[in-house]
């Protein structure tokens, strides 16, 4: 769209923010807002607005009357706010014909005491970086609306700073800008570490936050990556355990049990659910991909003669909705049982597969039959568990007498794409599912976002 991003790249971004953002020691508080774009939806606080745009590897604005709104809970009195994003040149892209004439301000970033986002009321402050800058030769220009030391009225800080050229336009480097405001008094910090304060008036009780746009237009071509706002006059709470149950399907209760974000092809239900021929498979979609995660899936199985087909990928977690290993379909990571762990007598085969490494055999990284067929008990009563788990890049499998089997080469770092689960079966070898295996829960854990406060 603005250019090309690869996932290589985006891995480098998370780098070049933790050294960008550490550059300046970050003002001391409680953190009210700690939001990693990255993460996608998944990772956004409750209460958050969102108006378009698009989900890669942050949120990315694409066209005017885009914008993100998040609600402190409260006004601040004394805070800071602390935004890292990207941005693309658009200015050689049809897509940058669409921003707004070249006078209207377009809102980077805004923080509100009011609701009512309006610029005529209420403590405000905006960050503008818009076409106008460009033609203008600034990095940006602040714009703030601040109480008066005394008396009615408002005084308007209105400063243009910094060179366009200290703007990195590769959709890629993270950028970092920061604002604090403490004891009336504002410092805003550009992306090159230069302050700037305004020479009178009071900023303080802010409470909303607007990134990508306002009234007038948005942002195009901006990627939000991460944003923090503390309240200065609070200390830091312990941090949460970063460990939110994306989903958690007691199958054994029917149809009723699935969440929204599925759908069901075929099979039958009975104390869970079961796959009765071809193309038959339960799909769920947490909506965004997850880089850290668990899957853990438990079924009961059966002693049947027909297992459903030569290879049976039985369970398993997709980066692309094709669920298709057979060709550039991305990360993959599954478990399959068909003729040949029968043959061999084994429990099943691990098979993990990275977009990264594609030309490689279609991206195979690790391939083990584990475990013997007695492993199971075959009553179809008696429930199974198994784990996939991917963290930093690497995964790890966990079969159901307990033992961890650790991928080879520690995946080479590459495994962080995963997002769509199928049980049954996928659309690998003409869409085979398993026969005789009854499907009784599943547990998706995403491990890089908190779980939402009861």
């Known amino acids: ?45 409750d209460g958050a607005k969102v108006s378009g745009g698009m989900w890669l590897g942050g949120w990315l604005v694409t066209d005017n009357d885009q914008k993100i709104i998040l609600d402190c809970g409260y006004e601040i009195k004394n805070g800071a706010m602390e935004l890292t994003f990207a941005r693309y040149d658009t200015s050689g892209s049809p897509t940058g014909y669409t921003a707004p004439p070249l006078m209207k301000p377009n809102w980077l970033v805004s923080l509100w005491q009011n609701d009512k986002f309006s610029r005529n009321e209420g403590n405000h402050f905006l960050y503008d970086l818009s076409i106008a800058q460009r033609y203008e030769g600034f990095q940006g220009t602040v ?6 030391p005394q008396g009615e009225g408002a005084f308007t800080w209105d400063l243009n700073f910094g060179k366009w050229t200290d703007l990195t336009l590769d959709g890629q480097t993270p950028m970092t800008i920061r604002l604090v405001w403490k004891d009336g008094k504002a410092v805003f910090t550009d992306i090159k570490g230069n302050e700037y304060k305004p020479e009178q008036g009071v900023l303080n009780n802010l409470r909303y936050v607007m990134l990508g746009g306002g009234s007038r237009g948005s942002t195009i071509g901006v990627r939000f990556l991460k944003l923090r706002v503390m309240d200065l006059d609070k200390s830091e709470a312990p941090a949460k355990p970063k460990r939110r149950v994306v989903f958690d399907v007691d199958l054994t209760k029917g149809p009723s049990a699935l969440p929204a974000q599925s759908y069901v092809l075929g099979g039958k239900w009975g104390d869970g659910w079961q796959a009765t ?13 997850i880089r850290n995660g668990i899957l853990e899936v438990t079924v009961a199985r059966e002693n049947v003669e027909d297992i459903g087909g030569e290879k049976i990928d039985i369970m398993g977690i997709y980066e692309e909705p094709s669920m298709d290993h057979s ?65 930093n890049g690497t995964a790890s499998f966990t079969d159901l007498t ?19 689960v199928a049980l049954g079966g996928d659309r690998y070898n003409d869409g085979s599912s398993i026969l005789g295996m009854r499907f009784l829960r599943m547990r998706l854990i995403d491990l890089d976002v908190p779980e939402a406060a009861k």
Not at 21 to 29: I, L, R, S
Request: hydrophobic share 35%; charged share 25%.
């Open 277 to 289: 021929g071809k193309n038959q498979r339960i799909v769920f979609d947490p909506g965004y991909q």
């Open 402 to 420: 307990g033992k961890v089997y650790h991928c080879p080469n520690n995946a080479f770092g590459q495994i962080n794409n995963l997002r769509y």
């Open 1 to 45: 769209m603005f250019g090309k991003t690869t996932r290589k790249s985006l891995a480098v971004i998370g780098l070049l923010m933790a050294c960008a953002m550490g550059e300046a020691a970050a003002p001391q508080g409680a953190a009210i807002l700690d939001v990693d774009f990255q993460q996608g939806p998944g990772g956004l606080p």
């Open 143 to 148: 714009r703030a609306r601040l109480s008066p």
């Open 327 to 391: 060709d550039m379909h991305g990360d993959t990571f599954l478990l399959r049982i068909g003729e040949a762990e029968v043959t061999k007598k084994v429990q099943a085969c691990i098979k993990l597969f990275s977009k990264e490494r594609i030309p490689e055999h279609w991206g195979q990284l690790w391939e083990q039959r584990y475990g013997k067929v007695t492993d199971w008990v075959m009553d179809g009563k008696t429930p199974h568990t198994f784990k996939f788990e991917w963290k």
